[in-house]
T-cell receptor, first 111, second 115 residues
Framework: KQEVTQIPAALSVPEGENLVLNCSFT??????LQWFRQDPGKGLTSLLL?????REQTSGRLNASLDKSSGRSTLYIAASQPGDSATYLC??????????FGQGTRLTINP | KAGVTQTPRYLIKTRGQQVTLSCSPI?????VSWYQQTPGQGLQFLFE???????NKGNFPGRFSGRQFSNSRSEMNVSTLELGDSALYLC??????????????FGPGTRLTVL
């Protein structure tokens, strides 16, 4: 059974810092991996999708990497801003579009 | 292009009742998946529908069911509600392809409270 773990559970940093969020998964037989952000009481916003054949994907200040062999992914956020405060979730995509989520990292950027 | 829409946004029900939630996917998307989010269990997969057929199912009791219509809109039904069914129910849509899993886009969710 696939298990996804995100460390740390919560992170608080001052504005302007670069930061890394970690995600690990137990079964490397995944299709893809997707990173989301969730604001309190809201739905999920897709940030990046990494295909299983890719090593990384970039969008603006975000860069996500994937190492299937070690079962790890990282989300790098450059020059953090208060608007980046949210819960970040990683999810591995198994067969038939099933997402298996981690518990998330609650990120707070302090002005 | 409009995003995924879910109705209603909030629901309050009592134990034993049943409820139906609706999801309209992004135009052109034919796959709709449903997830339950609770503080204790996090996000858990309920089921996925593609071309009006359930393609995958999570580990939930038979009280949870769904269907998909020819226009790809989907409904989820929960019968004989229990207090533990209180959660945020999220719907996701994707293009889905035979070549592999595609990016999923989520709606704002339906907040269900069972009293």
């Amino acid at each position: 059974k696939q298990e996804v773990t995100q460390i740390p559970a919560a992170l608080s940093v001052p504005e302007g810092e670069n930061l890394v969020l970690n995600c690990s998964f137990t079964d490397s037989a995944i299709y893809n991996l997707q990173w989301f952000r969730q604001d309190p009481g809201k739905g999920l916003t897709s940030l990046l999708l990494i295909q299983s054949s890719q090593r990384e994907q970039t969008s603006g200040r975000l860069n996500a990497s994937l190492d299937k062999s070690s079962g790890r992914s990282t989300l790098y956020i450059a020059a953090s801003q208060p608007g980046d405060s949210a819960t970040y979730l990683c999810a591995v995509i198994e067969g038939a579009q099933k997402l298996v989520f981690g518990q998330g990292t609650r990120l707070t950027i302090n002005p | 292009k409009a995003g995924v829409t879910q109705t209603p946004r909030y629901l309050i029900k009592t134990r034993g009742q049943q409820v139906t939630l609706s999801c309209s996917p992004i135009s052109g998307h034919r796959s709709v998946s449903w997830y339950q989010q609770t503080p204790g269990q996090g996000l858990q997969f309920l089921f996925e529908y593609f071309s009006e057929t359930q393609r995958n199912k999570g580990n939930f009791p038979g009280r949870f069911s769904g269907r998909q219509f020819s226009n790809s809109r989907s409904e989820m039904n929960v019968s004989t509600l229990e207090l533990g069914d209180s959660a945020l129910y999220l719907c996701a849509s994707s293009l889905r392809s035979s070549g592999g899993a595609t990016e999923q886009f989520f709606g704002p969710g339906t907040r269900l409270t069972v009293l």
